[in-house]
């Protein structure tokens, strides 16, 4: 079992800068493909980023392309999301997700709670 918690969220003006964090405990991550996604209010789910399990290989959202930085420390167990020039409509939960990185499906194997990120005008 991993347990994955974010932390980071918080209040911010646009065009202001976070870093989220999200801590794994209870296995290494070395072998999980780790993603971002958000949920606004009333809205569905949202991929932001992900990075492969070396790191190497990242991808973005086109929202978020350019301003955000996904990135990870395995030694610390620790994958974060730098986002930069924030806007008004980057507000939403933001959760980790792990996936094994020989799974097939597209499912995650694990989710964190979130963390709220909100950005006012």
């Known amino acids: 079992q991993v347990q994955l918690v974010e932390s980071g969220g918080g209040l911010v003006q646009a065009g202001d800068s976070l870093r989220l964090s999200c801590a794994a405990s209870?296995?290494?991550?070395?072998?999980?493909?780790m993603s971002w996604f958000r949920q606004a209010p009333g809205k569905g789910r949202e991929f932001v980023a992900t990075i492969t399990r070396t790191g190497y290989t990242t991808r973005y959202g086109d929202s978020v392309k350019g301003r955000f930085t996904v990135s990870r420390d395995n030694s610390k167990n620790t994958v974060y999301l730098q986002m930069n020039a924030l806007k008004p409509e980057d507000t939403a939960v933001y959760s980790c997700?792990?996936?094994?990185?020989?799974?097939?499906?597209?499912?995650?194997?694990?989710w964190g709670q979130g963390t709220q990120v909100t950005v006012s005008s």
């Open positions: 997700a792990a996936r094994h990185y020989l799974k097939v499906d597209l499912e995650y194997d694990y």
């Open positions: 209870g296995r290494t991550l070395t072998f999980y493909d």
